[in-house]
């Protein structure tokens, strides 16, 4: 039987040196324009160009980052699409800059619950838990005094408008927002804030259509709510925040009934809060 000779070759089924070397994946260098488009987010981000200002012009960004036209076109097309600019073409053409806001937020948020085939019950469980916890910061605010007065004059609107079926629902759900957005944490303002953006398209929606039918809370019932709310305020104002959260709880259980009622199997849909946000 002959040996296997020196000169390099190998016997079949071996397997040479090479082959023995695992692959590895091959590293993914990040475009060019992404590495752009992430120092430009960052600057809009940190703040260091007004809302509504115009980014640079394009010649000056292909001299400052000394690359191509196409490069710097899919930076901006990166950040148009975010939603951080909006490119403006033409003559007086430009990238005018948009700093994020909560609405931004509430409407990327539908958009992800409508594409899960999140129900309109769901959202409103999570306000019943995370509303009154807004609650609670609002009574533990050391300006409470001033949360108190803007709750007041929404309150007084809509003790103006109970005779109202379309605009009561519109200023009580005023009040719902405006707890929300005096919380001291700007987390839950965002986070909480965009779910309940989310329900007042929906409560309006259903206020249009059950205006006038029996589905629609009679004058007793509206005071109730109205009841409700002067319970809040005065819990707020005398920094009562464990009762405010139990309060708080309770008034949602027993409101968002109505809502629920005609829509509580609804998928969320982000368009109609588009609507009503540009409305």
């Known amino acids: 039987m002959s040996t296997p000779s020196g000169n390099g070759s190998h016997s079949p089924g071996s397997v040479g040196a090479d082959e023995r070397r695992p692959s590895r994946p091959q590293l993914r260098q990040p475009l060019i324009a992404e590495l752009i488009a992430d120092s430009i987010r960052d600057r809009i981000l940190k703040g260091e160009y007004d809302d509504a200002e ?144 989310i329900w007042s398209a929906e409560e309006r929606a259903w206020a249009r259509s059950s205006a006038g039918s029996a589905q629609y809370p009679g004058i007793d019932m509206r005071r109730e709510g109205l009841r409700a709310h002067e319970r809040l305020i005065e819990l707020i104002a005398d920094g009562n925040s464990d009762g405010v959260m139990r309060s708080s709880y309770g008034h949602l259980c027993a409101s968002q009934v109505y809502t629920l009622s005609s829509s509580a199997s609804a998928v969320v849909d982000a368009s109609m809060l588009r609507r009503h946000q540009s409305g």
């Open 54 to 197: 115009s980014l640079p012009k394009q010649e000056d960004l292909l001299e400052e980052f000394n690359v191509s036209k196409p490069s710097i076109r899919e930076a901006l097309r990166i950040l148009e699409t975010e939603g951080l600019i909006r490119v403006r073409r033409g003559s007086q053409g430009g990238a005018a800059i948009h700093l994020p806001e909560s609405r931004d937020a509430a409407y990327m948020l539908g958009l992800v619950l409508q594409s899960k085939r999140v129900g309109v019950e769901d959202v409103g469980g999570a306000l019943r838990r995370l509303e009154p916890a807004c609650a609670a910061l609002c009574a533990e605010h050391d300006d409470r005094s001033g949360i108190v007065e803007e709750l007041r004059r929404i309150h007084a609107d809509a003790v103006g408008a109970v005779a109202d079926e379309i605009e009561f629902v519109h200023q009580m759900r005023r009040f719902h927002e405006a707890i929300v957005e005096a919380c001291d944490n700007e987390t839950l303002k965002v986070l909480v804030g965009s779910l309940t953006a």
